[in-house]
């Protein structure tokens, strides 16, 4: 037999919508995987998934494994005879385990000495022995939260499994796959089709399943088919689609024949706001917002029916019956919410436990509070502002609004707050308050917005790490790592100039007396961020390296604005071709210093400077520190370092020419002190002895 296309199709009851393109992803990865481990040669994985699958197609796998011999080792010879040659136990029990006798046995000479060996011919198995385990596998290698379990069967999965496709070519491979037995009957659409398809070769599956049983496998397609269809209903009506990105993948997942059908609603709800009637579009009904060419939005959407059906009118007037009633409740939401203003509803945060050992929602307001007036009179900003938006910022979580859609607390906050005559900062910063709320998102813009963003995410660290419920491992149910990068990225990206330690030091001073002590909350979280901070950059930069990244923080800068201008001069520091010398001369004179036990060292006596090289560094160092030091108070670092680059010469001299280590013990100690003084010119803006240079 050949090399041919393989193919594995596990056929279920509906999957997760929102997983599906992971599940997807991972049965091909861990397939792809266990084939190699098997040591089954192959050529490319290709992934396709629709609601009622996941299949992996594999180009050119092999119908077996290759033979292979291996030479097994046994005890050495001392051991394994006697004076006269006879074997010994070990011998004997080395060529039981090998199955021949112990003449059959061969001698090997290797560094430690002769040993007893075996060489063992391995032929390799066929696909059809291996393949089972190998899917079951990589199955339960899945990343399922929760797996379940049908039947009388012992399978678990993320769903009920009824059918697995098993193809090598044209050849079926017969054999046991969660419980079930394979096949080559997969099954069409659940209503356009509604019976069994045979699938002839691996190389028809895609074609078979699209022309006979309306099924699109291949998710890109569907999801490119997806878009095209909403967006050209959207342009029939010269509209455009709103955030449609965030649903195709998901409406991809929901549907296998898709069908783009256009619906509409009563223009009366376009006076809720904006954001109500795109979650409750989207959220509920995965239905596709559409805007005007000035984006404003329209009373039509797009949805995706999962049918070709002979009266598409019908499946129109049902979608659009649909989305009445779930309007209807947004717009009872949000005149009723406003019965009743956000200060009005401060009382009631107290009836609302925060975090075990946190307080109330009331406490962690009050705690906000505090630190965004700190932080914005740290900043320079208008303390009232952020103060007063954040002893708002949670009443929004006890409106019905946000009870119905809670991905759109602090939006509907800022709305309330308007509809409060709030000053615009107070409501907008509330609206801001969640800035980013994931990778890539928006930053707060306004000063009181990012105060009172910080100070939450702040509060919010300090206090889960003040219980003992740091994040472990992959485990993070509060979200402390992405509120961690939301505090590097606005204080980064919005140039901050924040004293973060002591603003740390404070959020971990205002949580309640905990079993975790403030100073030692704050120690922790410093480092939790400073964690976050190095992953933030080295993304940022290509360039950047980790070592480049450990010769700022070795110098725990207070601002994350000035670690960023220190960065961004060590690294223009590394191009200057003085750059490698002096860099391991920092090395060497933190080694000399450590050796002497003076990682510091007193003022240096001009008088006892005797050689001309170290007159000459001790001249060139005078001037340089005179130089150097006012560029380093104004975060001139670049210019900073470029001159000390000057010093390259002297210092190579100085190593080269003058004894450090002198026997005469003043003489000595003013050469360290002579190191010492230079050294800290570099250190006043990194360490960059630890830089890492070819």
């Given at each position: 037999?050949?090399?041919?296309?393989?193919?594995?199709?596990?056929?279920?009851?509906?999957l997760p919508p929102k997983a599906l393109r992971?599940?997807?992803?991972?049965?091909?990865?861990?397939?792809?995987?266990?084939?190699?481990?098997?040591?089954?040669e192959r050529g490319d994985v290709h992934a396709y998934a629709s609601p009622r699958r996941l299949a992996v197609v594999v180009d050119e796998l092999q119908p077996a494994q290759a033979d292979r011999s291996t030479r097994q080792m046994g005890p050495p010879t001392r051991v394994a005879f006697d004076d006269k040659g006879k074997p010994k136990p070990a011998a004997v029990a080395f060529a039981k385990k090998c199955g021949v006798d112990v003449g059959a046995l061969e001698k090997t000479e290797t560094d430690k000495g002769e040993y007893l060996s075996y060489e063992v011919f391995e032929a390799g198995l066929p696909v059809a022995e291996l393949i089972g385990g190998i899917i079951d596998k990589a199955l339960a290698a899945l990343p399922i939260p929760r797996r379940m379990r049908w039947g009388a069967g012992d399978a678990e999965f993320v769903r009920p499994v009824h059918w697995v496709v098993l193809l090598h070519g044209n050849k079926l491979i017969e054999t046991q796959v969660m419980g079930m037995q394979t096949g080559a009957l997969t099954q069409g659409h659940r209503f356009h089709?509604?019976?069994?398809?045979?699938?002839?070769?691996?190389?028809?599956?895609l074609e078979v399943l699209d022309t006979n049983g309306r099924v699109i496998a291949d998710f890109d397609r569907r999801r490119e088919l997806v878009k095209v269809g909403v967006e050209n209903a959207a342009k029939k009506i010269n509209g455009a689609i709103v955030d449609g990105e965030k649903l195709y993948d998901e409406v991809a997942a929901l549907v296998e024949w898709p069908v783009p059908i256009l619906g509409s609603f009563d223009e009366t709800y376009l006076q809720l706001p904006r954001e109500v009637v795109v979650s409750t579009l989207t959220g509920h009904q995965r239905y596709?917002?559409?805007?005007?060419?000035?984006?404003?939005?329209?009373?039509?959407?797009?949805?995706?029916?999962?049918?070709?059906?002979?009266?598409?009118?019908?499946?129109?007037?049902?979608?659009e019956r649909v989305i009445r009633p779930r309007l209807a409740d947004a717009a009872f939401f949000w005149d009723n919410d406003r019965k009743r203003s956000l200060n009005e509803r401060r009382e009631d945060l107290h009836d609302v436990v925060y975090q075990r050992g946190l307080g109330s929602l009331a406490d962690k307001s009050q705690r906000v509070a505090t630190l965004a007036a700190n932080i914005a009179g740290a900043l320079g900003n208008d303390a009232t502002a952020a103060s007063r938006a954040a002893a708002l910022s949670k009443c929004d979580l006890l409106t019905g609004m946000v009870g119905e859609f809670p991905e759109l607390q602090g939006v509907m906050g800022r709305y309330y707050a308007i509809a409060d005559g709030e000053p615009d900062a107070v409501s907008t910063a509330i609206g801001e308050q969640y800035l980013p709320r994931f990778a890539g998102d928006d930053l707060p813009q306004s000063a009181a917005g990012q105060?009172?963003?910080?100070?939450?995410?702040?509060?919010?660290?300090?206090?889960?790490?003040?219980?003992?419920?740091?994040?472990?491992?992959?485990?993070?149910?509060?979200?402390?790592?992405?509120?961690?990068?939301?505090?590097?990225r606005i204080l980064v990206e919005r140039q901050l100039?924040?004293?973060?330690?002591?603003?740390?030091?404070?959020?971990?001073?205002?949580?309640?007396?905990?079993k975790v002590p403030a100073d030692v909350?704050?120690?922790?979280?410093?480092?939790?961020?400073?964690?976050?901070l190095k992953g933030y950059f080295l993304d940022r930069d290509a360039t950047l390296t980790a070592e480049t990244f450990d010769a700022v923080m070795a110098r725990a800068p207070a601002s994350l604005v000035d670690f960023d201008q220190r960065l961004t001069a060590v690294q223009a520091f590394l191009a200057l071709d003085e750059a490698e010398s002096l860099a391991a001369a920092n090395k060497r004179?933190?080694?000399?210093?450590?050796?002497?036990?003076?990682?510091?060292?007193?003022?240096?006596?001009?008088?006892?400077?005797?050689?001309?090289?170290?007159?000459?560094?001790?001249?060139?160092?005078?001037?340089?520190?005179?130089?150097?030091?006012?560029?380093?108070?104004?975060?001139?670092?670049?210019?900073?370092?470029?001159?000390?680059?000057?010093?390259?010469?002297?210092?190579?001299?100085?190593?080269?020419?003058?004894?450090?280590?002198?026997?005469?013990?003043?003489?000595?100690?003013?050469?360290?002190a002579l190191l010492s003084e230079l050294r800290s010119l570099f250190l006043e803006i990194a360490d960059i002895s630890r830089l890492a240079i070819a």
């Open positions: 037999m050949k090399a041919a296309n393989f193919l594995v199709e596990i056929g279920t009851e509906e992971s599940l997807m992803d991972a049965f091909a990865d861990l397939l792809a995987r266990g084939l190699d481990d098997a040591r089954l089709t509604g019976r069994d398809i045979r699938i002839p070769t691996a190389d028809d599956y596709f917002p559409v805007a005007d060419s000035n984006g404003n939005l329209v009373s039509k959407f797009v949805t995706v029916a999962n049918l070709e059906s002979l009266d598409p009118e019908q499946v129109r007037q049902g979608n105060a009172l963003s910080l100070a939450d995410k702040l509060d919010t660290l300090a206090g889960v790490f003040s219980i003992g419920k740091a994040p472990s491992g992959n485990r993070d149910p509060f979200g402390l790592r992405r509120a961690a990068l939301g505090v590097v100039d924040l004293d973060l330690p002591a603003a740390i030091a404070e959020a971990a001073a205002l949580q309640p007396a905990t909350t704050a120690a922790d979280l410093n480092r939790f961020i400073a964690d976050r004179i933190g080694n000399i210093l450590k050796k002497a036990g003076l990682e510091t060292a007193g003022p240096v006596n001009r008088k006892l400077l005797t050689e001309s090289n170290e007159i000459s560094l001790f001249e060139v160092v005078t001037d340089a520190a005179g130089r150097v030091r006012p560029l380093v108070e104004k975060r001139q670092y670049t210019e900073a370092l470029a001159a000390l680059a000057g010093l390259r010469g002297p210092v190579d001299k100085f190593f080269d020419e003058v004894m450090v280590m002198a026997d005469d013990e003043s003489v000595r100690n003013n050469r360290l």
